[in-house]
């Protein structure tokens, strides 16, 4: 059977998971690299020995016809990548945030059902090993329904120092980071129905803000707690590790720090160990990261080749992203926001 052929149009700051990634997905094959700075798309080229590099993403299209192309640029450039994928009738997967607005996402999800070709964001948190162990325990049932949780992904690494332009962004952490943790919300408790969120701004050199606290209401009745800043002071910083509890109506889980799942039920308490197993190209503490990228390109294939709408399709991402302008409508008007 033929390998998928890749293009991934963006060489910058994460970039190279994907490239590795890519490289060890076994139906997969990288023909072709883009980049506006020619030399970084020269240069992951020489590492990942890809036979072909370009500066000008349409010409890539014509001159290497990929059968899949990973969009790994910011994303003002979404809407044009992903229209330019669409009219030649290539699917695509696209670096979270989906878009700058809500309006470029409907547009992107639009252009690509019309011309019948599969969608994804890069959405990787819920493809991380241990959160799809949490949503594993909560199917088992064995805490009952969901009623109650936090979802908390606090740090105070200085991710600004490789992504510059972060220092400008009006909408900075929950649409950066938020948007994932968000996501995480709506995998383990259902769809949302209200948010109401605060949100601070703590390094004055960022415009945006760079903590936020969001309650969401949930339509099962459920009630979840989404945080997350890039200004936390606690000793030790568990980063880039998302902690989770959630309460049930049989039984409590918490995804504790160093990836230890603890769960309660029937009256006694047993801890497991769901660390993420380290590859060749990941190294600690990136690892639970960098591994999540490959189960969600991996995922995409599936999808792809299955025929099958993925997980974090362009349409579902939509769910997520209206969460993410409720949160700043809510922070901005001090209301509880209805989706």
Same mark, same amino acid.
């Given at each position: 059977?033929?390998?998928?052929?890749?293009?991934?149009?963006?060489?910058?700051?994460?970039?190279?998971?994907?490239?590795?990634? /890519?490289?060890?997905?076994?139906?997969?094959?990288?023909?072709?690299?883009?980049?506006?700075?020619?030399?970084?798309?020269?240069?992951?080229?020489?590492?990942?020995?890809?036979?072909?590099?370009?500066?000008?993403?349409?010409?890539?299209?014509?001159?290497?016809?990929?059968?899949?192309?990973?969009?790994?640029?910011?994303?003002?450039?979404?809407?044009?990548?992903?229209?330019?994928?669409?009219?030649?009738?290539?699917?695509?997967?696209?670096?979270?945030?989906?878009?700058?607005?809500?309006?470029?996402?409907?547009?992107?999800?639009?252009?690509?059902?019309?011309?019948?070709?599969?969608?994804?964001?890069?959405?990787?948190?819920?493809?991380?090993?241990?959160?799809?162990?949490?949503?594993?325990?909560?199917?088992?049932?064995?805490?009952?329904?969901?009623? /109650?949780?936090?979802?908390?992904?606090?740090?105070?690494?200085?991710?600004?120092?490789?992504?510059?332009?972060?220092?400008?962004?009006?909408?900075?952490?929950?649409?950066?980071?938020?948007?994932?943790?968000?996501?995480?919300?709506?995998?383990?408790?259902?769809?949302?129905?209200?948010?109401?969120?605060?949100?601070?701004?703590?390094?004055?050199?960022?415009?945006?803000?760079?903590?936020? #606290?969001?309650?969401?209401?949930?339509? #099962?009745?459920?009630?979840?707690?989404?945080?997350?800043?890039?200004?936390?002071?606690?000793?030790?910083?568990?980063?880039?590790?998302?902690?989770? #509890?959630?309460?049930?109506?049989?039984?409590?889980?918490?995804?504790?720090?160093?990836?230890?799942?603890?769960?309660?039920?029937?009256?006694?308490?047993?801890?497991?160990?769901?660390?993420?197993?380290?590859?060749? /190209?990941?190294?600690?503490? /990136?690892?639970?990261?960098?591994?999540?990228?490959?189960?969600?390109?991996?995922?995409?294939?599936?999808?792809?080749?299955?025929?099958?709408?993925?997980?974090?399709?362009?349409?579902?991402?939509?769910?997520?992203?209206?969460?993410?302008?409720?949160?700043?409508?809510?922070?901005?008007?001090?209301?509880?926001?209805?989706?």
């Amino acid at each position: 059977m033929a390998r998928t052929k890749i293009a991934v149009i963006g060489c910058g700051f994460f970039a190279p998971n994907h490239l590795h990634a /890519w490289s060890e997905l076994p139906d997969a094959e990288l023909v072709a690299v883009c980049d506006l700075d020619e030399k970084k798309a020269t240069d992951a080229a020489a590492q990942f020995s890809v036979p072909s590099v370009f500066a000008d993403a349409a010409e890539m299209i014509v001159v290497a016809k990929p059968d899949f192309v990973d969009i790994v640029t910011t994303m003002a450039s979404h809407l044009m990548l992903v229209e330019l994928c669409a009219a030649n009738g290539i699917p695509a997967i696209v670096q979270k945030p989906f878009g700058p607005t809500f309006d470029d996402c409907v547009a992107m999800v639009r252009v690509c059902k019309d011309a019948g070709v599969m969608l994804m964001v890069h959405e990787n948190f819920r493809f991380q090993h241990p959160m799809r162990q949490v949503k594993a325990a909560l199917d088992t049932g064995t805490i009952g329904d969901p009623v /109650w949780g936090r979802i908390s992904f606090r740090t105070g690494y200085d991710v600004k120092a490789g992504q510059h332009y972060l220092f400008d962004e009006e909408r900075f952490i929950v649409l950066d980071l938020g948007i994932h943790v968000l996501d995480l919300a709506r995998f383990f408790f259902g769809e949302v129905e209200t948010v109401y969120s605060r949100h601070a701004r703590i390094d004055p050199r960022v415009k945006g803000e760079d903590m936020a #606290t969001m309650v969401l209401g949930h339509v #099962t009745g459920a009630t979840s707690i989404v945080d997350c800043t890039y200004e936390s002071r606690q000793i030790p910083d568990f980063f880039p590790q998302t902690l989770v #509890t959630i309460e049930g109506t049989k039984g409590a889980l918490d995804l504790e720090p160093d990836f230890r799942l603890s769960i309660s039920a029937d009256g006694a308490r047993r801890v497991v160990d769901v660390s993420t197993p380290l590859r060749a /190209w990941t190294s600690q503490p /990136w690892h639970v990261a960098q591994d999540s990228v490959y189960h969600t390109q991996a995922h995409a294939l599936a999808a792809l080749a299955g025929g099958y709408e993925p997980e974090t399709s362009g349409a579902d991402n939509l769910k997520t992203y209206a969460l993410v302008d409720a949160a700043y409508l809510s922070a901005k008007s001090g209301e509880c926001i209805r989706i």
